[in-house]
């Protein structure tokens, strides 16, 4: 599974990266684009409109999106705006390990 994670948060992008590599998944970030499976997006650094940004750019990737739990009317508009999946940041690393689990044989 190749993930892009979109996040300037470095301690964010390094902690997450870290896990899901060692889940077995290819993980990049950053401007380049290489037909990620999932893309992941940081709704409190990146904002909502980044989503509709990702959706055209790769509209064959699931795009989850994540915020602090305290901005719920963000959430909803993310999901609004083309997110398939929506959580709190403090479940990203564990929904994101649930993906890569199911598409392990």
């Given at each position: 599974?190749?993930?892009?994670?979109?996040?300037?948060?470095?301690?964010?992008?390094?902690?997450?990266?870290?896990?899901?590599?060692?889940?077995?998944?290819?993980?990049?970030?950053?401007?380049?684009?290489?037909?990620?499976?999932?893309?992941?997006?940081?709704?409190?650094?990146?904002?909502v409109d980044t989503v509709a940004i990702w959706r055209?750019?790769?509209?064959?990737?699931?795009?989850?999106?994540?915020?602090?739990?305290?901005?719920?009317?963000?959430?909803?508009?993310?999901?609004?705006?083309?997110?398939?999946?929506?959580?709190?940041?403090?479940?990203?690393?564990?929904?994101?390990?649930?993906?890569?689990?199911?598409?392990?044989?």
């Amino acid at each position: 599974m190749h993930i892009h994670l979109d996040t300037p948060d470095l301690m964010t992008r390094v902690r997450l990266e870290s896990r899901w590599r060692s889940a077995g998944a290819a993980v990049t970030s950053g401007d380049g684009i290489e037909h990620p499976d999932l893309v992941v997006i940081d709704l409190a650094a990146r904002g909502v409109d980044t989503v509709a940004i990702w959706r055209e750019r790769c509209p064959d990737a699931s795009i989850l999106a994540f915020g602090p739990h305290v901005e719920g009317a963000m959430l909803k508009a993310a999901r609004q705006a083309g997110a398939d999946d929506v959580v709190v940041r403090g479940k990203v690393a564990d929904r994101v390990l649930k993906r890569i689990e199911e598409r392990q044989p």
